[in-house]
Each structure stands twice: as structure tokens, then as C-alpha cells.
């Protein structure tokens, strides 16, 4: 499996930031879980959210309301899109998996993150 | 929250040993992952103490109550990294990170 993240590297302030991660060597509509993770300059990584081959969707707490992760199975693609960005916001975006049923949770590929800044 | 240590030293051959402390972490399983410098985190851990295949069997982990523990065995230079742990709680499906601990090999 393998994962690659692209989108635009500048969102301006109050707008929504989207973004793709392409998947190779796995149809996203097996795969156990799919998720997003970011990781803001010289921080520990942050789970944003993941969703479920069921179709779940589980998201951060802290972002609830501003986050939506999607997956188009004819592209082969999940996105993410966080709307009402700020500078708080700005950070490497990753994308991640766990493609096999497991009791737990962790990630395992992880994309090679995307950075997202949030200026004017 | 998950807490770590900022950073650990440790000379090469030696040992490092990595904490992870949280409440009720007892409860949870505890994964972790290093990351170097521009790279993406890579788990070598999961389940507390099971290695993926590519691992290094230097790599350990253990633990006990609320606090877990990543080991290190004859470190070399090249497992100079940040080292994450990661916890998952099965009654709200949230995914928690600690901060992170910087091992740097003298």
C-alpha cells in the first residue's frame, strides 16, 4: 500500500483547505480504515480523523464540526477538507491506514505529508 | 494525554528506554513511531510490545499500569529520531499522540 497526498500548499485564513491522498496497491473500499493526521512545526502528531470501510467516520474532537473525510472509490482517492482554517491550522498533512482488521489501532503506511500553510 | 520526555541521550551500544505515562493507559494498547527529520512517522511498534516485519529486534516495548516504555538495545547512531507513542480509546474511537521524545546518540 501506498499513499501520496497532494493540494495546495497556501490556504488563505477562513477558508476551507482540501486535500487528496492518492492509493496505490489497495482498493480504499477494503481497506480497514483510512485516516488523516497532521503534525504542526516541531509538534507531536494529530489525529484529525479516520473512516471505516463500514463507512464510520470518527473525527478529533477538538475539529468537529470543520472536518470531513471522504473516500471516491472510482478514483481510488480519500480526501479531507477543514473548513474555516487559521494559522493554527498550518501544518504537514498526512495521510494514513491500517488496511487489515485488527483489535487496535494504528497507522501503518503513512503518506509522505503534504505542508499547508495558512496565510493571507 | 500521553506524556513523554522530551529528550533522551544515550551513548552508541547503550540502551535507551523511552516512556510513555497517561491515565488509564493500563486500559489501552500503546503503539509507537519513530520519526526522522523530514520523514513521516513509521511505526516500530504495536500492541505494546509486537514488532512489524522490518523492526529491528533491538526494538522492544512493555507495559506496566500507566506507563509504557520503548527499549532500545544497542543504539546505533542511525536510531537518532523522535519517538512517538499512540493510543486509541475503543469507547470513543479517539486517537491520541503524545508529544514525542527526541533521542539523540552521543
Known amino acids: 500500500v501506498q499513499l501520496q497526498e497532494s493540494g495546495p500548499g497556501l490556504v488563505k485564513p477562513s477558508e476551507t483547505l482540501s486535500l487528496s491522498c492518492r492509493v496505490s496497491?489497495?482498493?480504499?473500499?477494503?481497506?480497514?480504515?483510512w485516516a488523516w493526521i497532521r503534525q504542526s512545526p516541531g509538534k507531536g502528531p494529530e489525529w484529525i480523523g479516520s473512516?471505516?470501510?463500514?463507512?464510520?467516520?470518527y473525527h478529533n474532537p477538538s475539529l468537529r464540526g470543520r472536518v470531513s473525510i471522504s473516500v471516491d472509490a472510482s478514483k481510488n482517492v480519500i480526501s479531507l477538507k477543514l473548513k474555516s482554517v487559521t494559522a493554527a491550522d498550518t501544518a504537514i498533512y498526512y495521510c494514513?491506514?491500517?488496511?487489515?482488521?485488527?483489535?487496535?489501532?494504528?497507522?501503518?503506511?503513512w503518506g509522505q505529508g503534504l505542508l499547508v500553510s495558512v496565510s493571507s | 494525554v500521553l506524556s513523554q520526555a522530551p529528550s533522551v541521550s544515550v551513548a552508541p551500544g547503550q540502551t535507551a528506554r523511552l516512556s510513555c505515562a497517561g491515565a488509564?493507559?493500563?486500559?489501552?494498547?500503546v503503539h509507537w513511531y519513530q520519526q526522522k527529520p523530514g520523514q513521516a512517522p513509521a511505526l516500530v511498534i504495536h500492541?505494546?510490545?509486537e514488532r512489524p516485519s522490518g523492526t529491528p529486534d533491538r526494538f522492544s516495548g512493555s507495559h506496566s499500569g500507566d506507563t509504557a516504555t520503548l527499549t532500545i538495545r544497542r543504539v546505533e547512531v542511525g536510531d537518532e529520531a523522535d519517538y512517538y507513542c499512540?493510543?486509541?480509546?475503543?469507547?470513543?474511537?479517539?486517537?491520541?499522540f503524545g508529544g514525542g521524545t527526541t533521542l539523540t546518540v552521543l
Open positions: 494514513a491506514s491500517r488496511v487489515t482488521v485488527t483489535s487496535d489501532r494504528w497507522f501503518d503506511p
Open positions: 496497491g489497495y482498493l480504499v473500499n477494503s481497506g480497514f480504515y
Open positions: 473512516k471505516y470501510s463500514t463507512g464510520t467516520t
Open positions: 488509564n493507559l493500563g486500559a489501552k494498547s
Open positions: 500492541d505494546d510490545n
Open positions: 499512540q493510543v486509541w480509546d475503543q469507547n470513543s474511537n479517539d486517537v491520541v
